[in-house]
Protein backbone atom coordinates (compact mmCIF):
# COMPACT_ATOMS: atom_id res chain seq x y z
CA UNK A 1 0.00 0.00 0.00
CA UNK A 2 3.00 2.67 1.27
CA UNK A 3 4.60 1.24 -2.12
CA UNK A 4 1.85 2.07 -4.66
CA UNK A 5 0.70 5.92 -2.69
CA UNK A 6 4.93 6.20 -3.24
CA UNK A 7 4.67 5.51 -6.53
CA UNK A 8 1.80 7.67 -7.20
CA UNK A 9 3.27 10.68 -5.62
CA UNK A 10 6.24 10.48 -7.79
CA UNK A 11 3.78 10.03 -10.77
CA UNK A 12 1.74 13.55 -9.61
CA UNK A 13 5.21 15.18 -8.96
CA UNK A 14 6.30 14.06 -12.20
CA UNK A 15 3.18 15.57 -13.97
CA UNK A 16 2.93 18.72 -11.77
CA UNK A 17 6.57 19.22 -12.93
CA UNK A 18 6.17 18.42 -16.83
CA UNK A 19 2.54 21.08 -16.31
CA UNK A 20 4.79 23.37 -14.65
CA UNK A 21 7.40 23.23 -17.36
CA UNK A 22 4.71 23.75 -19.98
CA UNK A 23 3.03 26.73 -18.55
CA UNK A 24 6.81 28.56 -18.94
CA UNK A 25 7.21 27.41 -22.64
CA UNK A 26 3.36 28.81 -23.08
CA UNK A 27 4.45 32.46 -21.39
CA UNK A 28 7.90 32.71 -23.19
CA UNK A 29 5.61 31.88 -26.17
CA UNK A 30 2.77 34.58 -24.91
CA UNK A 31 5.79 37.07 -24.18
CA UNK A 32 6.76 37.15 -27.84
CA UNK A 33 3.84 36.69 -29.87
CA UNK A 34 2.23 39.66 -27.50
CA UNK A 35 5.36 41.88 -27.37
CA UNK A 36 3.20 44.95 -28.60
CA UNK A 37 1.28 45.04 -24.87
CA UNK A 38 4.99 44.82 -23.05
CA UNK A 39 7.20 46.93 -25.23
CA UNK A 40 5.27 49.63 -26.33
CA UNK A 41 7.18 52.12 -28.72
CA UNK A 42 6.46 55.80 -29.12
CA UNK A 43 7.28 55.42 -33.13
CA UNK A 44 6.36 59.03 -33.54
CA UNK A 45 9.75 60.01 -31.58
CA UNK A 46 11.99 58.19 -34.16
CA UNK A 47 10.60 59.72 -37.11
CA UNK A 48 7.55 61.26 -38.72
CA UNK A 49 5.34 58.74 -39.02
CA UNK A 50 3.60 57.41 -42.28
CA UNK A 51 -0.25 57.93 -42.49
CA UNK A 52 -2.10 57.06 -45.61
CA UNK A 53 1.45 56.02 -47.55
CA UNK A 54 4.58 54.79 -47.64
CA UNK A 55 7.03 57.43 -46.35
CA UNK A 56 10.74 57.45 -46.68
CA UNK A 57 12.90 56.85 -43.32
CA UNK A 58 14.99 59.39 -41.69
CA UNK A 59 16.38 61.00 -44.58
CA UNK A 60 18.40 63.50 -42.42
CA UNK A 61 20.26 60.42 -40.59
CA UNK A 62 19.70 57.17 -42.63
CA UNK A 63 18.29 57.50 -45.83
CA UNK A 64 21.08 59.50 -47.66
CA UNK A 65 21.79 60.44 -51.34
CA UNK A 66 24.18 58.33 -53.36
CA UNK A 67 24.15 55.39 -51.59
CA UNK A 68 21.40 52.66 -50.97
CA UNK A 69 20.42 51.99 -47.45
CA UNK A 70 17.74 48.55 -46.51
CA UNK A 71 16.99 45.41 -43.88
CA UNK A 72 15.89 47.91 -40.99
CA UNK A 73 15.54 46.66 -37.64
CA UNK A 74 14.47 48.33 -34.46
CA UNK A 75 15.08 46.79 -30.86
CA UNK A 76 11.98 46.23 -28.64
CA UNK A 77 12.72 49.20 -26.77
CA UNK A 78 13.16 51.86 -29.37
CA UNK A 79 16.51 52.85 -28.61
CA UNK A 80 18.73 51.22 -31.65
CA UNK A 81 18.04 50.80 -35.17
CA UNK A 82 20.29 48.30 -37.91
CA UNK A 83 20.12 49.18 -41.15
CA UNK A 84 22.77 48.16 -44.30
CA UNK A 85 24.39 50.52 -46.35
CA UNK A 86 25.69 49.61 -49.84
CA UNK A 87 28.05 50.34 -51.19
CA UNK A 88 29.98 49.76 -47.93
CA UNK A 89 28.23 46.14 -47.62
CA UNK A 90 28.08 46.61 -43.68
CA UNK A 91 25.55 46.71 -41.44
CA UNK A 92 25.51 50.23 -39.62
CA UNK A 93 23.74 50.93 -35.77
CA UNK A 94 22.12 54.26 -34.48
CA UNK A 95 21.15 54.81 -31.04
CA UNK A 96 18.89 56.88 -29.07
CA UNK A 97 20.76 58.48 -26.01
CA UNK A 98 19.68 61.68 -23.79
CA UNK A 99 16.73 61.62 -26.25
CA UNK A 100 18.82 62.35 -29.24
CA UNK A 101 20.69 59.97 -31.90
CA UNK A 102 24.18 59.20 -32.59
CA UNK A 103 25.61 59.00 -36.33
CA UNK A 104 25.42 55.85 -37.93
CA UNK A 105 28.45 53.93 -37.19
CA UNK A 106 29.34 50.42 -38.52
CA UNK A 107 28.73 47.74 -36.64
CA UNK A 108 31.59 44.62 -35.97
CA UNK A 109 29.09 41.78 -37.76
CA UNK A 110 30.94 40.95 -40.74
CA UNK A 111 27.66 40.98 -43.15
CA UNK A 112 24.69 42.38 -44.54
CA UNK A 113 20.86 42.33 -43.70
CA UNK A 114 20.41 42.47 -40.10
CA UNK A 115 16.96 40.89 -39.43
CA UNK A 116 15.96 40.30 -35.60
CA UNK A 117 14.70 37.03 -34.11
CA UNK A 118 11.30 37.21 -32.57
CA UNK A 119 12.82 37.48 -29.17
CA UNK A 120 14.55 40.30 -30.25
CA UNK A 121 17.66 39.33 -28.71
CA UNK A 122 19.57 38.20 -31.48
CA UNK A 123 20.09 38.61 -35.16
CA UNK A 124 20.53 36.79 -38.51
CA UNK A 125 22.87 38.29 -40.92
CA UNK A 126 24.82 37.24 -43.91
CA UNK A 127 26.51 37.67 -47.52
CA UNK A 128 27.01 34.25 -48.88
CA UNK A 129 27.02 32.31 -45.40
CA UNK A 130 24.19 33.05 -43.03
CA UNK A 131 25.22 33.83 -39.57
CA UNK A 132 23.17 34.47 -35.95
CA UNK A 133 24.41 36.72 -33.27
CA UNK A 134 23.41 38.35 -30.18
CA UNK A 135 21.78 41.66 -30.96
CA UNK A 136 24.44 43.73 -29.00
CA UNK A 137 27.62 43.32 -31.73
CA UNK A 138 30.28 43.01 -29.32
CA UNK A 139 33.73 41.24 -29.86
CA UNK A 140 33.37 39.20 -27.09
CA UNK A 141 30.17 37.59 -28.22
CA UNK A 142 31.22 35.21 -31.13
CA UNK A 143 29.31 34.22 -33.98
CA UNK A 144 27.52 31.33 -34.97
CA UNK A 145 27.07 30.28 -38.61
CA UNK A 146 24.59 28.21 -39.58
CA UNK A 147 25.15 24.49 -40.42
CA UNK A 148 25.40 22.95 -43.22
CA UNK A 149 21.77 22.15 -43.54
CA UNK A 150 21.09 25.67 -44.21
CA UNK A 151 24.74 27.30 -45.50
CA UNK A 152 25.97 25.21 -48.93
CA UNK A 153 28.28 26.20 -51.74
CA UNK A 154 26.13 28.51 -53.42
CA UNK A 155 25.25 31.77 -51.92
CA UNK A 156 22.86 32.21 -49.27
CA UNK A 157 21.55 35.43 -47.46
CA UNK A 158 18.74 37.28 -45.85
CA UNK A 159 17.29 35.05 -43.23
CA UNK A 160 14.13 35.65 -41.00
CA UNK A 161 12.85 32.93 -38.04
CA UNK A 162 9.50 31.95 -36.76
CA UNK A 163 8.86 31.86 -33.25
CA UNK A 164 9.01 28.28 -33.53
CA UNK A 165 12.73 28.32 -35.06
CA UNK A 166 12.08 27.91 -38.54
CA UNK A 167 14.32 29.78 -40.55
CA UNK A 168 13.43 31.19 -44.39
CA UNK A 169 16.35 32.81 -46.58
CA UNK A 170 17.51 33.17 -49.68
CA UNK A 171 19.80 30.69 -51.85
CA UNK A 172 21.39 31.85 -55.32
CA UNK A 173 20.73 28.28 -57.53
CA UNK A 174 20.77 27.85 -61.16
CA UNK A 175 21.43 31.32 -61.98
CA UNK A 176 17.98 32.43 -60.27
CA UNK A 177 17.12 33.59 -56.36
CA UNK A 178 14.61 31.61 -54.83
CA UNK A 179 12.99 31.06 -50.94
CA UNK A 180 13.66 28.23 -48.86
CA UNK A 181 13.22 26.98 -45.39
CA UNK A 182 14.74 24.98 -42.86
CA UNK A 183 13.31 23.42 -39.63
CA UNK A 184 14.10 23.25 -36.37
CA UNK A 185 13.75 19.30 -34.84
CA UNK A 186 14.45 17.77 -31.82
CA UNK A 187 17.06 20.91 -31.61
CA UNK A 188 19.10 20.31 -34.71
CA UNK A 189 17.92 22.39 -38.45
CA UNK A 190 17.17 20.10 -41.16
CA UNK A 191 18.05 20.08 -44.72
CA UNK A 192 16.82 23.45 -45.81
CA UNK A 193 14.12 22.76 -48.88
CA UNK A 194 12.92 25.09 -51.65
CA UNK A 195 9.69 26.09 -51.45
CA UNK A 196 7.06 24.92 -54.12
CA UNK A 197 5.04 27.04 -56.26
CA UNK A 198 3.06 29.64 -56.02
CA UNK A 199 6.04 30.82 -54.04
CA UNK A 200 8.64 30.18 -56.11
CA UNK A 201 8.35 30.58 -60.08
CA UNK A 202 10.66 28.58 -62.44
CA UNK A 203 10.25 31.73 -64.68
CA UNK A 204 11.35 34.26 -61.78
CA UNK A 205 13.62 35.88 -59.21
CA UNK A 206 11.84 35.07 -55.68
CA UNK A 207 14.09 36.48 -52.65
CA UNK A 208 14.47 38.37 -49.24
CA UNK A 209 11.63 36.93 -47.47
CA UNK A 210 10.19 38.07 -44.21
CA UNK A 211 8.25 35.88 -42.14
CA UNK A 212 5.84 36.57 -39.52
CA UNK A 213 6.57 35.67 -35.76
CA UNK A 214 3.51 33.23 -36.00
CA UNK A 215 4.96 31.64 -39.68
CA UNK A 216 1.40 32.44 -40.95
CA UNK A 217 2.37 35.21 -43.56
CA UNK A 218 5.45 35.97 -45.53
CA UNK A 219 6.33 38.99 -47.65
CA UNK A 220 8.67 38.64 -50.00
CA UNK A 221 10.32 40.54 -53.28
CA UNK A 222 9.69 38.54 -56.71
CA UNK A 223 10.09 40.06 -60.42
CA UNK A 224 7.48 37.99 -61.46
CA UNK A 225 4.84 39.13 -64.01
CA UNK A 226 2.19 41.46 -63.75
CA UNK A 227 4.09 43.99 -61.02
CA UNK A 228 4.43 47.51 -61.34
CA UNK A 229 8.12 47.84 -61.52
CA UNK A 230 11.55 45.66 -61.63
CA UNK A 231 10.60 43.95 -58.58
CA UNK A 232 7.65 44.09 -56.27
CA UNK A 233 6.62 42.95 -52.89
CA UNK A 234 3.96 40.19 -52.46
CA UNK A 235 2.40 38.64 -49.60
CA UNK A 236 1.46 35.20 -49.05
CA UNK A 237 -0.65 33.61 -46.51
CA UNK A 238 -0.56 30.14 -44.79
CA UNK A 239 -3.85 28.40 -44.98
CA UNK A 240 -5.18 26.34 -42.49
CA UNK A 241 -3.88 23.19 -44.55
CA UNK A 242 -0.48 24.60 -43.61
CA UNK A 243 -0.66 25.35 -47.61
CA UNK A 244 0.64 28.50 -48.96
CA UNK A 245 -2.00 30.57 -51.13
CA UNK A 246 -1.05 32.55 -53.85
CA UNK A 247 1.49 35.94 -53.52
CA UNK A 248 -0.52 39.05 -53.48
CA UNK A 249 1.01 42.17 -55.03
CA UNK A 250 1.21 44.46 -52.23
CA UNK A 251 -0.15 47.47 -54.41
CA UNK A 252 0.35 51.00 -55.63
CA UNK A 253 0.57 52.11 -52.15
CA UNK A 254 3.89 50.33 -51.66
CA UNK A 255 5.34 49.25 -55.24
CA UNK A 256 6.30 51.75 -58.00
CA UNK A 257 8.01 51.42 -61.07
CA UNK A 258 11.19 51.09 -59.48
CA UNK A 259 12.88 47.26 -57.29
CA UNK A 260 10.79 47.46 -54.28
CA UNK A 261 12.70 44.95 -51.87
CA UNK A 262 14.00 44.07 -48.77
CA UNK A 263 10.76 44.08 -46.62
CA UNK A 264 11.12 43.62 -42.47
CA UNK A 265 8.55 44.10 -39.95
CA UNK A 266 9.07 45.64 -36.43
CA UNK A 267 8.83 43.23 -33.46
CA UNK A 268 5.40 44.63 -32.48
CA UNK A 269 3.76 44.02 -35.74
CA UNK A 270 3.14 47.76 -36.59
CA UNK A 271 5.38 48.94 -39.11
CA UNK A 272 5.97 47.55 -42.31
CA UNK A 273 10.23 48.56 -44.16
CA UNK A 274 11.22 48.02 -47.43
CA UNK A 275 13.82 49.94 -49.71
CA UNK A 276 12.93 51.31 -52.92
CA UNK A 277 16.07 51.85 -54.85
CA UNK A 278 17.51 51.87 -58.20
CA UNK A 279 20.12 51.86 -60.76
CA UNK A 280 21.74 55.46 -61.80
CA UNK A 281 24.89 55.57 -63.92
CA UNK A 282 26.15 51.79 -63.11
CA UNK A 283 25.30 52.42 -59.13
CA UNK A 284 22.89 50.94 -57.14
CA UNK A 285 20.94 53.60 -54.87
CA UNK A 286 18.14 53.47 -52.15
CA UNK A 287 16.16 54.44 -49.62
CA UNK A 288 14.32 52.92 -46.70
CA UNK A 289 10.41 53.52 -46.55
CA UNK A 290 8.34 52.35 -44.13
CA UNK A 291 4.09 51.79 -43.42
CA UNK A 292 1.79 50.99 -41.21
CA UNK A 293 0.83 47.23 -41.51
CA UNK A 294 -2.90 48.20 -41.55
CA UNK A 295 -2.22 48.51 -45.09
CA UNK A 296 -1.65 45.13 -45.43
CA UNK A 297 -5.05 44.00 -43.91
CA UNK A 298 -6.39 45.08 -47.09
CA UNK A 299 -4.72 42.27 -49.14
CA UNK A 300 -6.28 39.39 -47.19
Excluded at 95 to 100: A, L, R, V
Aim: hydrophobic share 35%; with cysteine.
Amino acid sequence: MAKSFSRLSRHFIALTMKKAILIIIYLLIFRISNSQDLNSIDYSTIDTLPIDNSRIFRPDLISLPMSNEHTCAITFDGNKILFTRDPDRKIFLISKIDGGWTEPMPTLFNGREAILTPDGTKVLYGDGDIWISSISGDSTDKPIKLPSSINTDAYEFYASMTMDGKIFFSRFVDNRTKIFVSELTNGEYQTAREMPEPINQPTSNNFHPYISIKGDFMIFNSDREGGFGGADLYISYMDDDGQWDNPRNLGEKINTELRDICPTITLDGKYLFFTRNWQENDKWLGDLYWINTEHLKNDK
